[in-house]
């Protein structure tokens, strides 16, 4: 392999992309205007409200890509982009239907049946289905095919699922999850542990499952541990292939870990800092704005071509470890950038919207490199991908 796999071709402008921009702006303008929202760091995750979900989903920002029989709307990916690139920068509240919109439909999409994409896709499209990821586990660390959790067929043909999920954000107010379990056993040589696994489509509301909350150093609560306690799970609720549970992940995490989430987390606090520094004309101040610009600038155009070529079909895996990697260090840097040029108290509790924005940063900031893979493990992914280890 070779440097050559991180050449992607330049994402194409739109004018739809565009004019759909503006449109999303007014509509986030008029919302903030009435009081639905307040602008908050790192939404996509923290920010559940699912009646802000139905409305987006009422106005045809859910599934855009999709087709349209399953309750999408055959929009480009650039479009897609777009409308989310405005609800993240403005820290609209879209945790809810994240994860759905994002990952899980467009698995749905690749692997699903007809009688799972019938029956789900249009529910997630409508910004009332949401879904969590069922991928890490308790001790397992960063190494994803160390997972324990474990799924047998019954006499009658359903999955009894045992184990546990952790960091499962948002389970508490989620529908389904996407869950990697072992249903074979694995094989031989350095991969294979890869082997003998599967994902399923589970019901978070089924008998047997129990849902631990995790708080953050906020005392906020997205994340989770989701247990499995001899869970029953239909027979028809696999999805994709047995055995091939580990290709599926591969290609999921390459929309998982691309997007622009990835590194504007901490864009409401980039633009409060903004708005200070523009005013105060302090030349430390300019500085680090300039140097946090050019670095999202940077970031956007690589995760932009990775968008392009997840559209076009290709599986740009290696550039899109590389956004997660570079993208989630640029957001941890931004609140420290920020906290050395100014004098503001961090405080969730501040009337100053800079010193809210910060502490707000601060306290998600564990997260920010350690969801989505650690960036160590990312590292050795590019690494390996371009033939270096």
Known sequence: MSSSMLVLDPAVRSD????????????LAEELAAGTFETHVDTWLSGVDPAFSQKLGERG????TWPKRYGGHERSAM??????????????PVAAHWIADRQSGPNLLRYGTEQQRSEILPRIAAGTCYFVIGMSEPDAGSDLAAIRTRARRDAAGDWVVDGAKIWTSNAQHSHYAITLVRT???GDGPRGKHQGLSQLLVDLSLPGITINPIRILDGGHHFNEVV??????????????????WHQVTAELAIERSGPERFLSTYPLIAAFARVA???GDPAQLATLGRLASRLLALRQLSLRVAAALDRGELPDI?????????????????EEIRRVTEVVPSLGSADPLGRAIAEAQLHSPGYTLRGGANEILRGIVARGLGLR
């Open 228 to 245: 499995f306690d001899s869970v029953v799970v239909p027979g028809d609720m696999l999805l994709g292939e047995e055995g091939a549970g």
């Open 278 to 280: 523009g005013t105060s």
């Open 16 to 27: 739809a992309a565009d004019a759909l921009r503006e449109q999303v702006r007014e509509f």
């Open 184 to 186: 074979g056993p694995p």
């Open 79 to 92: 479009e897609r982009y777009a409308v989310t690139e405005e609800l993240l920068a403005a820290g609209a």
């Open 61 to 64: 920002w859910l599934g855009m």
């Open 319 to 335: 550039p899109a470890a590389l956004v997660k990697d570079v993208g989630t260090t640029f957001e941890a840097d931004v609140v």
